[in-house]
Structure formats: C-alpha cells, structure tokens
C-alpha cells in the first residue's frame, strides 16, 4: 500500500521492488485498504475499550480476526 499510494509506483515496480507479482501486491493492497477502512471507521467505543485495557495493563481484545 505504500509503496504504490504513498511513494507512486505502479502495481508492477512495487511488484519488482518486493520481489512478487503485480497481482499479489493488487490483492495486499486490496486487503490493506479494507483493513484500514474497518479501523478508521469502527465505532468509537472500541477504540475507547482498547485505550483503557492498555492503561489497565492489560492487552485489548481484538474485534476481528487478523
């Protein structure tokens, strides 16, 4: 995701870059986007209930699997 969003490269020099194929860094771009997406938008209290789990000392709960 950053080396095409952020740095501009085309989905074949990321590729070349990575050593993989242009389709694998689509598909990782895909799935990171959709990622980011599901966390910038989550509800306001997960991110409170992590926030507060940390300052307990404690590791927050993952809301969905990784």
Do not use: C, F, Y
């Amino acid at each position: 995701m950053i080396l095409v969003d952020l740095e501009g490269l085309s989905h074949d020099d990321a590729g070349e870059r990575l050593g993989t194929h242009r389709g694998s860094v689509q598909r990782n771009r895909t799935r990171a986007r959709a990622k980011l997406r599901a966390h910038l938008t989550a509800p306001a209290a997960n991110t409170a209930g992590a926030v507060g789990a940390v300052a307990a000392g404690r590791p927050p709960r993952r809301s969905e699997p990784m």
